[in-house]
């Protein structure tokens, strides 16, 4: 886990609507996806910046799942 890929956030959002999480809505750069069982997550868009590592902890931690179970998933 120390290893944490830095993804773009294109790639985070590909990988949501793979695992079926479906965009919501969109507010500014922040994009929130939703799964049809209840679970959901926020991925922000911001131009030139990359997701870091703490924050796709979160992400799949939103999401139920380890960051290597979402990183296996891409």
């Given at each position: 886990m120390g290893n944490?890929?830095?993804l773009k956030p294109s790639e985070v959002c590909r990988?949501?609507?793979k695992l079926d999480f479906v965009n919501v809505r969109q507010r500014g750069s922040h994009i929130q996806y939703r799964?049809?069982?209840g679970r959901c997550t926020t991925v922000p868009i911001h131009k030139g910046r990359d997701i870091a590592a703490p924050l796709l902890r979160?992400?799949?931690r939103d999401i139920d799942l380890t960051v290597d179970e979402f990183i296996?998933?891409?």
């Open positions: 944490t890929p830095i990988t949501l609507e799964h049809s069982d979160q992400i799949a296996a998933q891409r």
